[in-house]
């Protein structure tokens, strides 16, 4: 029997990652060649890494061109100009040689603006081919409902952030800049058309994509792959009483601010931990009090470690966040999870079951509190995160469906 050869296009691959995705992008790889499949990458390249090479059964080919940087205004001017151009060069040229299958197109930035005559899916983690801004977070008040340019134009004068990044009020306010963002989102929407099959990370997704034409026939939801291992480096924590962490970028739109705001209100020995870096830091730890602690960022192999040691795990972003990797690691080493309620957090927490979905400062304060009192409640969430990593993200249930898309 012939076996199935696959082509998986991402910007940014392993070691070069600025988020998930490009995690994700890895996990999926190698789980597929594991099954048999003949799995190619093409990715970008960069300085000091080989352009071909093979590690864990995937081939792995570096030969596009892009921008260093994905969160800097300049390189994605860079990523503009560049990575378009050689994806339609490379592509064609390495599908020729290889005579792919399928061509699966990981993380929105790598969905291409020219059409493929060949069987392509596309992996839909973002909004980047919904909202000019890329995080669908109208005014930074709530989540939108839908674009046009004139409420585009009311929301980034009123917002911080394109993305993750954060705007100088010179772009903010500056016409052309207005002009860059809207026209280039509607290019990024018009390159849906050029996909035959989308796999949606969460409903969240799924309903993005309908609400821009995309047949509820032609989606699949597939949640991101997970490759956890349960050893890994010891980190050593050596706080007492109930251990509450925070993992993620410091950035405002992470709700970090609000989570240290409501823990501060909470008296007794519970500790809070923050292992991440951004700009927000500085202001993070000017408003902390004596019980939270900051570790910057760790390198991935503390992980397990650092879930196993921690008793509640807290997701407070203000954005709606597609669903976050945090969800799936957190099911599966069985923590009790706080979580704003909006984006994909629903189907990661199931409120009152595995832990409890809050939408401001004073509920999250609440139900810290009552996860901190009370030990059996938190053992109870504890085997339901479990239950619902094995029933819903497991890697078994996973691949059963990508075996169903890809048809291996």
Same mark, same amino acid.
Not at 281 to 309: C, H, M, W
């Given at each position: ?27 999926? =790889? ?43 205004? $300049? ?46 899916? =596309?992996?839909?983690?973002?909004? $980047? ?115 509450? $962490?925070?993992?993620? =970028? ?11 705001? =409501? ?105 810290? %509190? ?20 094995? %029933? ?17």
């Amino acid at each position: 029997m012939k076996k199935l050869k696959v082509l998986l296009v991402s910007e940014y691959f392993p070691p070069k990652t600025f988020g998930g995705g490009e995690i994700s992008a890895y996990h999926l =790889a190698k789980s597929l060649a594991e099954e048999g499949v003949s799995v190619f990458v093409l990715t970008s390249y960069f300085k000091g890494l080989k352009r071909f090479g093979e590690k864990d059964g995937i081939k792995i080919l570096r030969t596009l061109k892009t921008g260093n940087n994905p969160n800097s205004i $300049t390189e994605n001017l860079k990523r503009k100009l560049y990575f378009q151009k050689s994806l339609k060069k490379d592509i064609f040229k390495i599908d020729n040689k290889e005579n792919f299958d399928v061509i699966h197109f990981l993380n929105t930035t790598s969905i291409p603006s020219f059409k493929i005559k060949k069987k392509t899916i =596309a992996t839909i983690n973002g909004y $980047t081919n919904f909202c000019p801004k890329r995080n669908l977070f109208y005014k930074e008040r709530e989540v939108c409902s839908g674009c046009n340019f004139p409420k585009f134009l009311g929301c980034i004068v009123n917002s911080e952030n394109v993305g993750k990044i954060k705007i100088s009020s010179y772009l903010r306010f500056n016409p052309l800049f207005w002009l860059l963002l809207y026209f280039n989102y509607l290019k990024k929407n018009k390159t849906l058309k050029h996909i035959d099959k989308f796999i949606s990370i969460s409903d969240f997704i799924t309903k993005q994509l309908e609400k821009n034409g995309v047949k509820r026939k032609n989606i699949e939801k597939i949640y991101n792959i997970q490759n956890i291992k349960e050893s890994g480096e010891k980190f050593d924590i050596k706080e007492k009483g109930v251990i509450v $962490t925070y993992i993620g =970028a410091l950035e405002k739109l992470k709700g970090v601010d609000i989570l240290i705001k =409501a823990f501060n209100k909470i008296h007794g020995d519970a500790k809070l931990l923050i292992f991440g870096e951004g700009s927000q830091i500085e202001y993070l730890e000017s408003i902390a009090n004596k019980n939270v602690r900051f570790y910057g960022s760790i390198d991935y192999s503390y992980i397990p470690s650092i879930y196993t040691q921690s008793d509640i795990i807290v997701q407070p972003a203000l954005w709606p966040e597609p669903f976050s990797r945090i969800m799936l690691e957190a099911t599966y080493f069985g923590k009790p999870i706080i979580a704003t309620d909006n984006g994909g957090n629903s189907e990661g927490v199931i409120d009152e079951k595995n832990g409890f979905l809050i939408n401001n400062e004073e509920q999250l304060k609440q139900k810290l %509190e009552k996860l901190i009192k009370h030990k059996t409640l938190r053992e109870k969430m504890a085997l339901e995160s479990k239950r619902l990593f094995k %029933e819903k993200f497991s890697k078994k249930v996973i691949l059963s469906k990508y075996k169903k898309i890809l048809n291996y």
